[in-house]
């Protein structure tokens, strides 16, 4: 992420005539929150990406002009609280249930993002479509980042555990088998295990479906554990790219249509990352505490409580009304 931002420093001090350290001063960079088209939390960070690599490491070896002043040196970018909501969460009644209607639909008359698919080779439409129902009930419940940590997660990355319970009434213990996944590269860089319910069972179901997909397409090619989870047979099981589950997700709210309802604390356009967000808001919603929720997102408390908080306190809200 570093190295992309520092691609945007080259750029924009190209774009101010900056061919050496010693010409920034501390108003080289106030141009650069219009200069740059990008949303407010990209150009946000990058900014810190510039300080840091300025302050530490042009600073210490004398690159930098004396009057260099630290705190004035980048300008600030104000996220407002009603910029937040970027990526509503899917919780409305009854908009989870026509997303996982809507994506089985789409299975059935081989729609894909620009449409009914006249022609596929070797399947790829229909593959992609069962890959992308079993991708969403998966981020749904795991919370992973839809990019970042989803696309990028491997079949060794996921170990199964048991924790079934003793049964009275049967006299055996009774299987309860749930997915922990493993996340080593993240965007924040701290690795975290994810337990989750209702992934392992999406898992098998998937593994069993792309097992029969290679079976009939590519006979000699074979799951192997090192592989992604949501990798591309016609390309080595690389990943595809993320434009097209931009792309399929787009035509699957159109196909949704009025029925799904507006999230109620935003106006904003569901997204891939609405996934993420409904597991968080879930959890919340469910009474897990805020602590035990930023470990499985891998949020920070202030950003668990600044983005997902004010759904537990609308919920005890709405049950203080009740009673």
């Known amino acids: ?33 219009t200069w740059r088209k990008a949303k407010k939390s990209t150009r946000r960070i990058e900014l810190i990406y510039f300080k840091d690599f ?17 705190k004035r040196l980048m300008p600030k970018i104000v996220i407002k609280e009603s910029e937040v909501d970027a990526n509503p969460p899917l919780i409305e009644e009854g908009n989870w249930n026509l997303v996982v209607k809507t994506l089985k639909q789409m299975i059935k008359n081989r729609e894909t993002g620009r449409g009914p698919a006249k022609y596929s080779v070797k399947g790829k439409g229909v593959y992609f479509n069962q890959l992308f129902y079993r991708w969403c009930l ?18 060794c990355d996921v170990k199964r555990e048991n924790v079934g319970r003793w049964s009275k009434s049967k006299g055996e213990t009774e299987d309860k088998w749930i997915a922990i996944i493993y996340i080593k590269d993240t965007k924040t860089g ?26 009939r397409y590519y006979p000699d090619q074979k799951i192997k554990d090192t592989d992604l ?23 699957m709210i159109e196909l949704c249509g009025d ?22 808001c879930n959890l919340i919603l469910q009474g897990k ?17 600044r983005y997902y908080a004010k759904l537990d306190m609308g919920r005890k809200i709405e049950g203080a009304n009740r009673n």
């Not at 992309?4 to 106030?30: A, P, R, V």
């Not at 295990?193 to 290679?214: C, F, I, M």
């Not at 989870?229 to 035509?251: C, D, L, V």
């Not at 029925?259 to 967000?277: A, G, H, M, V």
């Open 1 to 33: 992420n570093k190295a992309q931002g520092l691609k945007q420093l080259e750029k924009y001090l190209s774009y101010k005539g900056i061919k050496k350290t010693h010409q920034i001063d501390n108003n080289t960079f106030q141009e650069y929150i």
């Open 54 to 70: 300025l302050i530490g490491y042009c600073k210490p070896r004398g690159l930098l002009i004396n009057s260099l002043d630290e």
């Open 138 to 155: 998966i981020c749904k419940n795991s919370g992973l980042r839809p990019n970042i940590e989803l696309n990028k997660l491997r079949w």
């Open 190 to 215: 701290k690795q975290r295990a994810v337990p989750t319910n209702g992934v392992d069972s999406q898992l098998l179901e998937w593994r069993k479906e792309q097992k029969e997909y290679l079976s």
């Open 229 to 251: 989870i949501f990798g591309n047979p016609a390309n080595e099981m690389k990943q595809f790219p993320y434009s097209m589950f931009n792309t399929i997700w787009i035509r």
């Open 259 to 280: 029925e799904l309802k507006p999230y109620i604390f935003s106006d904003r356009n569901y997204t891939p990352y609405s996934l993420r967000s409904t597991f968080i």
């Open 289 to 305: 505490d805020i602590h035990d929720v930023a470990k499985l997102a891998g949020h920070s408390i202030a950003v668990c409580e």
